[in-house]
């Protein structure tokens, strides 16, 4: 019987080093769910593995030694994963992933290098830096466009924040349970380090992990938090956040589109006001209202409430009462702030978020709102506008810019907050100095801030 060519032994030989790069590369390709062709090169590269350098001359076994005269060291690679491989944990004689295979590395010669076939260099590694302003750009894209800021960015990155985005749409506990089976780390350790809290504890570790923090990762993930724990139903968590992220927004300049985004979140989470603010049970009595009581309160008890705020706390359609029926009366005075650059104004409750409202401020560099801290003193339900440049006009007037109910401030009687004749101007820069909204949030503010409230206005 004539002898096996070499080539044949060389190929025996070196098959289980064969069949271990094969496996491996198809067990990746399954995680990722990947359809990839074979380039000539990489058949090439596979031929080179059985026949190239340290293969011998087929008649001699291997010694492991490189042409100038080293030592090869054997690299030990386990066919399954860290964690136990993809097997299920079957023992090593039914494939399972105890099984290791030695592989001797050869060493590329030097002759073979040069401009023609340079040295193979690492591929590039994304960097915190660019992780970060990856996310930062993502997350202050409107949310119907978020997909335009993935444009060109790196595969891994991409998934991980349309996964990510699942949150915004309704999608938090899949994403969760999503996250339990893999953390991406393709966006930088510090959104795996809050990905790894939301896995293992929802929405109490998050909130633990975002603690103190700050920064574009810290306010996606704050953002995320705050509709996750209204979905959960933890209302004061949800609230806080939304008013960390309404100032964190603020304070680096996203549009104020993307800030008034926050509107229906904070709508939704007050209507449970009552559930986590200071409030005093009230027995109504005969011949009651609640305008009559938030009087009462005022007078009697120096607690700064309005009718409309007793109605939303107890989050009535209308002003309705019974005998008898017991109501919460909030005891914690109510504040507003407004942000003249963006154009937005909010209310607050403490620290908690009660609303928030699009905004008029004055024209640039002629009629600016005044900066600096106000009270109310004042509330008109049927304005007269008293012009600078002509006579006053009546409430009713077409042309009367104030519209909708007035609450004029106490250090400058001339400015205040006001409805609108113009509901279409509301966002812009052409008052003569008031804050001025859509009428029928000027309407809500009225029934909702007494005389003395404060108002704080930046800029």
Not at 194 to 203: D, I, L, Y
């Amino acid at each position: 019987m004539e002898p096996c060519p070499s080539w044949l032994l060389a190929l025996q030989r070196r098959w289980p080093e064969l069949a271990l790069g094969l496996r491996l590369v198809s067990r990746q390709l399954t995680r990722q769910n990947a359809s990839v062709k074979i380039r000539p090169c990489l058949v090439l590269v596979g031929i080179l593995a059985v026949f190239g350098p340290g293969c011998g001359n087929g008649d001699e076994p291997d010694q492991g030694g490189d042409s100038q005269g080293g030592t090869a060291t054997a690299e030990r690679i386990p066919l399954g994963n860290e964690s136990g491989g993809d097997d299920g944990g079957h023992d090593a004689g039914q494939g399972g992933s105890s099984e290791v295979v030695e592989i001797s590395p050869t060493k590329p010669s030097v002759s073979e290098q040069g401009p023609d076939n340079p040295a193979p260099k690492p591929p590039p590694q994304s960097t915190g830096g660019n992780a970060l302003k990856l996310i930062h750009r993502w997350h202050r894209s409107p949310i119907s466009q978020r997909e335009a800021a993935l444009v060109g960015v790196a595969a891994a990155q991409a998934q991980a924040l349309r996964e990510f985005h699942a949150i915004w749409e309704g999608g938090a506990a899949a994403y969760q349970a999503s996250l339990q089976l893999e953390v991406p780390t393709s966006l930088g350790p510090e959104f795996q380090k809050h990905a790894q809290a939301f896995a293992s504890g929802g929405v109490d570790a998050l909130g633990d992990s975002l603690h103190g923090g700050s920064g574009p990762v810290w306010m996606a993930w704050m953002e995320a938090l705050a509709l996750r724990a209204n979905e959960k139903q933890n209302h004061p968590m949800s609230c806080l956040a939304l008013a960390s992220v309404l100032r964190s927004m603020l304070q680096a300049g996203y549009d104020r589109e993307r800030v008034l985004s926050l509107r229906d979140p904070v709508a939704s989470v007050s209507r449970y006001a009552s559930d986590y603010l200071p409030f005093e049970l009230y027995e109504v009595q005969p011949n009651d209202s609640l305008i009559g009581i938030a009087y009462r309160f005022r007078r009697d008890k120096k607690i700064q409430v309005r009718h409309g705020w007793i109605q939303t706390f107890n989050d009535k359609a209308s002003d309705r009462i019974r005998v008898g029926e017991e109501i919460k009366v909030p005891t914690q005075a109510l504040h507003m702030e407004v942000w003249r650059q963006a154009r937005i104004a909010a209310l607050f409750s403490g620290s908690y978020l009660v609303r928030l409202y699009s905004v008029s401020v004055g024209r640039k560099g002629a009629d600016e709102t005044p900066l600096g801290s106000f009270s109310i003193e004042t509330h008109d339900p049927q304005p007269t506008w008293y012009r600078k440049d002509g006579p006053p006009l009546p409430y009713g007037n077409k042309d009367n810019a104030l519209g909708e109910r007035w609450l004029g401030f106490k250090e400058r009687t001339s400015y205040g907050l006001h409805g609108t004749n113009s509901e279409e101007t509301i966002g812009s820069f052409e008052t003569q100095g008031c804050v001025r909204f859509h009428n029928s949030d000027i309407i809500e503010i009225y029934d909702m801030l007494p005389v003395g409230t404060k108002v704080q206005i930046h800029g």
